[in-house]
Nanobody
Framework: QVQLVESGGGLVQAGGSLRLSCAAS????????MGWYRQAPGKQRELVAG???????NYADSVKGRFTISRDNAKNTVYLQMNSLKPEDTGVYYC?????????WGQGTQVTVSA
C-alpha cells in the first residue's frame, strides 16, 4: 500500500514562494511518474505539474515559468517549488501518479495566497 503525505503549504502574500513536499512510502514504488494536482475552492482538481520518466516535466499554462517540480529518489520525495504566487494559486495541493491519479489521495496541503 502506497501512502502519500503532502506538506509545506501555508499562507503567503502574492509574489511570495512556497516549497511543497510529497513523501511516498511503499515497497517498489517509483516516484519517476508523479505530479502535483490542485483543487481550488469550488473547482475540480486539476494537474498543475508532472514529472515522467524521472526527467521530463510538464506544467499547466497557468503555472508555467513559476512552478518547478523535482524529485529526490533517495528520500522518495517529490517537490513543487512555487514562485511568484498569485491569489488564483490558492487551493489544496495533492500529489499522485501522472497522467492518471491511480493512488489513494493523501490529505493534501493547503496553499492560500493573499492579494
Amino acid at each position: 500500500q502506497v501512502q502519500l503525505v503532502e506538506s509545506g503549504g501555508g499562507l503567503v502574500q502574492a509574489g511570495g514562494s512556497l516549497r511543497l513536499s510529497c513523501a511516498a512510502s511503499g515497497r517498489f514504488f517509483s516516484i519517476n511518474t508523479m505530479g502535483w494536482y490542485r483543487q481550488a475552492p469550488g473547482k475540480q482538481r486539476e494537474l498543475v505539474a508532472g514529472l515522467t520518466s524521472g526527467i521530463n516535466t510538464n506544467y499547466a499554462d497557468s503555472v508555467k515559468g513559476r512552478f518547478t517540480i523535482s524529485r529526490d529518489n533517495a528520500k522518495n520525495t517529490v517537490y513543487l517549488q512555487m514562485n511568484s504566487l498569485k491569489p488564483e494559486d490558492t487551493g489544496v495541493y495533492y500529489c499522485n501518479v501522472v497522467p492518471l491519479p491511480i493512488l489513494s489521495w493523501g490529505q493534501g496541503t493547503q496553499v492560500t495566497v493573499s492579494a
